[in-house]
């Protein structure tokens, strides 16, 4: 939320969700996207505050996760960075990060292979949670 990460802004002109495709992001249109309804939840709360941007989160204990993310999003280093923390921590992540995708590509699963194969990840992860 702090729009930090270098991806935010090497992966911009790539991200059909969240950029515009071959176009940089410059810092006029930075503060546009902050103010966007895509950040409306934030309000007037501090964007570092963990709750709201999980980059700035204790990861000291933390659950079995599983992170998936595209090599094209604005949020690949933020997730990177988060798994990395987990880790460090020696928490149990699994991450996936799919070339070629953006984000939140597995909705998609009627159109991408890749979106189908999240899903399958996803549903097997929650099974083997279960299971423990």
Same mark, same amino acid.
């Given at each position: 939320?702090?729009?930090?990460?270098?991806?935010?802004?090497?992966?911009?002109?790539?991200?059909?969700?969240?950029?515009?495709?071959?176009?940089?992001?410059?810092?006029? /249109?930075? $503060?546009?996207?902050?103010?966007?309804?895509? *950040?409306?939840?934030?309000?007037?709360?501090?964007?570092?505050?963990?709750?709201?941007?999980?980059?700035?989160?204790?990861?000291?204990?933390?659950?079995?996760?599983? *992170?998936?993310?595209?090599?094209? $999003?604005?949020?690949?280093?933020?997730?990177?960075?988060?798994?990395?923390?987990? /880790?460090?921590?020696?928490?149990?992540? $699994?991450?996936?990060?799919? /070339?070629?995708?953006?984000?939140?590509?597995?909705?998609?699963?009627?159109?991408?292979?890749?979106?189908?194969?999240?899903?399958?990840?996803?549903?097997? *992860?929650?099974?083997?949670? *279960? /299971?423990?």
């Amino acid at each position: 939320m702090t729009a930090s990460g270098e991806s935010y802004h090497t992966n911009y002109h790539n991200d059909v969700l969240m950029g515009e495709r071959n176009k940089p992001l410059t810092q006029e /249109k930075e $503060e546009i996207l902050k103010s966007s309804d895509l *950040f409306c939840y934030i309000g007037d709360a501090d964007r570092k505050d963990p709750c709201i941007s999980p980059i700035f989160g204790n990861y000291t204990t933390f659950p079995k996760s599983l *992170f998936i993310v595209g090599d094209k $999003e604005m949020l690949l280093d933020d997730t990177l960075s988060i798994v990395e923390k987990i /880790k460090e921590n020696g928490n149990d992540v $699994e991450l996936i990060n799919r /070339k070629g995708m953006f984000h939140i590509y597995p909705i998609h699963v009627r159109y991408l292979r890749e979106s189908r194969a999240a899903h399958k990840r996803i549903r097997e *992860f929650i099974a083997e949670s *279960f /299971k423990e």
